[in-house]
């Protein structure tokens, strides 16, 4: 190892002798001076993350109008102003202004991400300066200070360590890596990755178990995590697919309205014979006809149904459109530890005997119960000196069992009280007289008990260094010849599954006192334990229903890569193609990283950038891509996916902050039921566009169809706002309420790029925009023949398009099956009760005085609605009819695969 490493010029603190880094950081282990201190205060500034600089109010509130969708919207309220409808004005203001003050609410809320990673800092640190150890606000740190370290202590800044004594990092929230991370001062290799650093301690990681002292090296946003914060606040959030779909459906259905009013007027002033003012009123009716006035409002509360659906599911949203995005999802990128697993060690498997199967280890987490497959007693002598060498203890409170001190240790109690093994009774037993602590150094925990049988060597450590000290291994009648080469065999057995594993060993001495490593030799191995953060029951479940549903499951995480191919394993993942390293994905360009990520599913050793990368070559592959995580680590690829899942109860606040949803029960089968709510949401959203566009189109068709004949208009613009306004309150909103249709997550994603219009879709609202259109013409003709009165005719043909929306509202529930059945018949009760809204609306439009003046509405006779009536069920009829030719037109295409979907299959 060279005595200096350097890349571009800058010290490589983790491979450099601790001598090189301090006389570069121009410190000693005495410390810094207090001029020196002030010097470099001034020089680096606080330890402590900077503001990101944040848009101001009007900036912000220009931003919630930039939706072409909304300025349709502000449209629309102005030409009804402009028509002295102020009422609908103002209906549409609010609508207008609500949407505005709830974007404002969630951009700043989506912006404190950073604030999160500031809250991860220590709030003071102790450190030696000029000789003497002082307790310091921990923003007053500066490279080159000493700053020491004991149990239970969050790292200031990050450190070189110079000494180190039985250390342990707790490092999850920053690499993934579960268990406690040995450290040392001795220098690693220039390319280790971040969780193999042992010769560093970083900001905002705990201190598990031992003592250190480290030199500082870099504080702030210089530090690792401040690395990560500034990779976070440089992650732009990307466009939800729903809003860049209604974004391109806005554009285009501007242009359409647009030209088709300009085309009218134009006809209407040069062949049709109207003034410039009819036709300029002419072609406002056309306009307000044809904007979906009341669809953004519909949408949005759509979106916010789903919100409080989603709550149900204990899946929180933090931004309005993700919750259809979830629907749209093709590739979940999930987090290991905490999200599939538990972030909670096990001791899993017991050998005791090199050459008999494994003892299996059941239960879950902490919790010191569950079963034990095999030879109890060999297990309890080994259970009994994990206890015994042990540091650690187990709490139980009202969120379950907990450990306080090292993840492993604590797996050892739990195993112990599996045994049956009561921890305060066997320690009162074997009181303690001595110790050598554990360190990296020698790689083992030594303890001397007393007891009734006497004096106790017991001791527990790294198997390939505590191998060579024992001499003896548990025969039928007693110790025998220890046979190092079988259990050398089960030991890579157990790693190459997955296991971390720790050896244990015995031997009788006499009472001395104390001890020390002249005594480790001539041991009795009692045997290996293998441990392992298993995956979540439910996690397996879930990761099932998504691979039926079509969507990709992929590990990302910075945890080993044999780790983390058994966790995949154990969750039904492929990993017959390996694990990807961090040092693989880091070398590989973006044309071969976007290959890897497709055809890979595990990735191990990931540091934060890797993730990100990951993410963003899912996403150049056309991906909707949903990553989940609970750490700082996770924070940046969380809030680049376009929906970032957070863990509710172990997860960080930066990872919550940076997330669009928040799991309340850190459950990955909850991801399962927010994709199907996304999905029904979805539908519903399309649900009330098919409904909302044709009824908009017939309305227009009718008076581009007057114009161009040249008769008066069948509906005046008036009569037109009603029917928008009525409808889509009454009747449109009930989609909203629609639940899931019988298969939904059996269908493969959606295309992410296929637009909110599909060719089916466009030909639904044609063909029902031409039957309405047909049908009220032809009423009107039939009726005017009749010598029937125009007013009459306008009513009767506002009544028929009512009527014809509500018919079909029922056909447009079910898209993807027939509605004539006994449960689309029945509709919900928000179905009927926006019908028996829409029904009473419409009557007193047609018979209540006050209305008839406002809108020159007359009396219909019974016999006459009777027709209007047989109209809609016609309606029903004819498209159901035509849903059902087309499914059998439709049949083979899917049988030899459907080009208008793209399933996803995992490898």
């Known amino acids: ?74 449209a629309a309220g102005a030409v009804t102003a402009l028509l002295g409808h102020w009422m609908d004005s103002g209906v549409i203001l609010a609508v207008v202004v609500l949407n505005a003050a709830i974007g404002l609410w969630q951009e700043g809320r989506a912006e404190s991400a950073l604030a999160g990673v500031r809250r991860l800092l220590s709030d003071t640190a102790s450190v030696r300066r000029a000789g003497r150890r002082e307790s310091i606000p921990a923003t007053e740190l500066v490279p080159g200070d000493i700053v020491l370290l004991e149990p239970g202590d969050r790292v200031p800044a990050d450190l070189r360590l110079i000494e180190a004594r039985g250390m342990r990092a707790q490092e999850a929230a920053l690499t993934g890596e579960s268990a406690a991370v040995d450290k040392d001062a001795d220098p690693v290799p220039e390319d280790a990755p971040l969780g193999d650093r042992r010769s560093m301690a970083f900001s905002g990681t705990l201190v598990a178990s031992g003592r250190g002292t480290g030199v500082v090296v870099a504080t702030g946003p210089r530090s690792e995590i401040g690395r990560i914060g500034a990779l976070l606040g440089g992650v732009e959030p990307t466009a939800t697919p729903l809003l860049r779909q209604i974004d391109r459906f806005a554009r285009r259905l501007t242009t359409v309205i647009l030209g088709v009013c ?331 990283l976007r290959r890897m990520a497709r055809e890979a599913n595990v990735f191990a050793r990931a540091a934060p950038e890797h993730k990100l990368r990951l993410v963003e070559a899912l996403q150049a592959e056309g991906h909707v891509v949903a990553m989940t995580g609970d750490g700082v680590n996770d924070a940046p690829a969380l809030k680049r996916a376009d929906a970032g899942i957070a863990m509710g109860i ?32 979805h539908d519903n959203i399309r649900k009330v566009i098919a409904w909302n566009l044709p009824t908009n189109g017939g309305e227009a068709l009718v008076i581009i169809l007057a114009i161009l004949i040249g008769l008066p208009l069948p509906i005046t613009p008036i009569q037109i706002l009603w029917i928008n306004m009525v409808t889509a ?35 639904r609202v044609a063909l029902v925009s031409v039957l309405f259109g047909l049908a009220v013409f032809g009423l009107s003709a039939w009726v005017t023949a009749r010598g029937e009165t125009l007013a009459y005719a306008r009513t009767l043909s506002v009544d028929l398009l009512v009527v014809m929306e509500i018919f079909y509202l029922f056909s447009v529930r079910y898209l993807h099956m027939t509605s004539i059945t006994l449960t689309g018949l029945l509709g919900t009760r928000a179905v009927w009760f926006g019908v028996a809204l829409a029904v009473a609306s419409q009557l007193l439009f047609t018979y209540a005085p006050p209305l008839q003046a406002v809108f020159d509405s007359r009396p219909v006779a019974p016999a006459d609605g009777a027709v209007v009536l047989g109209m809609g069920v016609a309606l029903l009829l004819v498209l159901e009819a035509e849903k059902m030719l087309r499914r059998r037109w439709r049949a083979p295409a899917r049988l030899q695969g459907d080009p208008d979907s793209r399933r996803i299959r995992p490898r």
């Open 729 to 763: 309150v009454a009747l449109g909103l009930t989609l909203a309420f629609e639940p899931p249709e019988p298969g939904v997550m059996a269908r493969p994603p959606r295309r992410p790029g296929a637009a909110l219009l599909d060719a089916e879709m466009i030909w």
């Open 262 to 592: 300009l085309l009218v007027f134009g006809y209407a002033v040069g062949f049709g014979g109207y003034s410039r003012e009819d036709a300029f009123f002419a072609m406002v009716g056309m306009a307000v006809a044809a904007i979906p006035e009341g669809l953004p409002a519909v949408i949005t509360i759509a979106l916010a149904l789903g919100v409080q659906r989603m709550a149900a599911r204990r899946a929180i949203v933090r931004r309005l459109p993700a919750v259809e995005t979830l629907g749209a999802v093709t590739v979940i990128c999930t987090d290991k530890t905490g999200t599939l697993t538990l972030n909670e060690m096990v001791v899993r498997r017991v050998v005791t005997d090199p050459n008999a199967p494994a003892v299996e280890i059941g239960g879950e987490g902490y919790a010191p119960n569950g079963e034990v497959e095999g030879n109890q007693a060999a297990v309890a002598a080994l259970a009994r000196t994990g206890l015994l060498c042990n540091d650690a203890h187990l709490r139980q409170d009202k969120s379950g069992w907990r450990v306080e001190g090292d993840p492993m240790e604590g797996a050892l109690l739990a195993l112990a009280g599996k045994i049956g093994l009561d921890a305060a009774t066997e320690r009162a037993a074997h009181p303690r007289l001595h110790e050598i602590p554990f360190d990296a150094a020698w790689s083992y925990m030594a303890v001397l008990t007393d007891g009734t049988g006497g004096a106790m060597l017991h001791v527990k450590g790294a198997p390939d260094r505590l191998l060579p000290y024992c001499a003896f291994q548990p025969g039928p009648d007693g110790a025998v010849p220890i046979d190092r080469e079988a259990w050398a065999a089960r030991i890579e057995a157990l790693a190459a599954s997955g296991h971390r594993v720790l050896a244990f060993a015995v031997k009788p001495v006499a009472a001395s006192g104390e001890i020390g490593h002249a005594d480790i030799g001539g041991l009795r191995l009692l045997g290996l334990a293998g441990f392992i953060d298993p995956a979540r029951p439910e996690a397996v479940a879930a990761a099932a229903d998504c691979r039926r549903a079509g969507i990709a499951v992929k590990m990302i995480t910075g945890d080993h890569a044999l780790t983390a191919l058994a966790v995949a394993a154990e969750l039904g993942l492929d990993t017959r193609g390996g694990a990807l390293t961090g040092r693989e994905i880091e070398a590989a360009k973006d044309a071969d």
């Open 650 to 681: 172990k997860g960080t606040e930066a990872a919550k902050e940076a997330a669009r949803v928040v799991l309340t029960d850190d459950n990955f089968a909850s991801i399962v039921a927010a994709v199907r709510e996304g999905r029904t949401i």
């Open 1 to 74: 190892m060279p005595q200096q490493a350097q890349a571009n010029g800058t010290l490589l603190w983790h491979a450099s002798d601790t001598e090189e880094v301090l006389a570069n950081l121009g410190s000693g282990p005495e410390g810094l001076s207090a001029l020196e201190i002030a010097t470099r205060l001034s020089r680096h500034g606080p330890n402590c993350l900077p503001e990101p600089p944040g848009r101001g109010l009007l900036a912000r509130l220009r931003g919630q109008f930039e939706n072409l969708l909304i300025l349709v919207l502000i």
